[in-house]
């Protein structure tokens, strides 16, 4: 059996009520908590789907689903490939 890498849960926006995903990974040992939002720069299918942030960096506040980044819908949650 394969041992996991980390973990994502989904979590709703409390100002909107837009959904996002919030978790961590662990690599080599360091536990990084991250935050995942779709991408909605997206406009070529080599654009990545999801954009991951680190929780520490203060550059993903730009990206909060109660400003401007598309939040994960139901059918998002769904469609996550993993």
Known sequence: MQKNVGALWVKTAKKT???YMSGYVEINGAKIDII??????KKE?????????PKENREYKAQEPERNQEAL???DMMNVPF
Do not use: A, M, S
Not at 36 to 41: A, L
Not at 46 to 53: E, G, L, N, Q, V
């Open 17 to 19: 009520g837009l959904k």
């Open 36 to 41: 995942v939002f779709t991408n909605k720069q």
């Open 45 to 53: 299918e080599k654009h990545p789907d999801y954009r991951i942030f």
């Open 73 to 75: 819908n139901d059918d």
